[in-house]
């Protein structure tokens, strides 16, 4: 069975960064929990040498590739709402990962 990783990675000025972190924490991540497509979440720094940047990856495991098709990150109001209150601050980008099994 194919594993699917669905992957946002925000990059967030420093001057923000702790309010968003917060966000992601008790906004974002519980309202996304809800959402049938996907489960188990992982948030993780990610080190970046930008200094005035941090940057935190969000990951789910996708149940279904064709259930991914539900979720738009350009529509969804947990994210628009964060968005619309730090706009310049924070960047997301998303990317769908699969994993590759191969014999070591």
Do not use: C
């Not at 993780?44 to 979720?71: C, G, N, W």
Request: proline content about 5%; glycine content about 0%.
């Amino acid at each position: 069975m194919d594993k699917y990783i669905y992957n946002i990675t925000f990059h967030v000025s420093k001057a923000v960064s702790k309010e968003v972190l917060e966000y992601i924490k008790t906004s974002l991540i519980p309202i996304w929990n809800g959402y049938s497509h996907w489960d188990t979440p992982r948030l993780m720094r990610v080190h970046t040498p930008q200094e005035d940047v941090e940057a935190f990856a969000l990951q789910y495991e996708v149940k279904s590739i064709d259930r991914l098709s539900e979720f738009n990150e350009h529509t969804d109001k947990a994210l628009l709402l964060l968005l619309d209150a730090y706009p310049q601050k924070v960047m997301p980008f998303s990317v769908l990962m699969q994993e590759e099994v191969w014999d070591a």
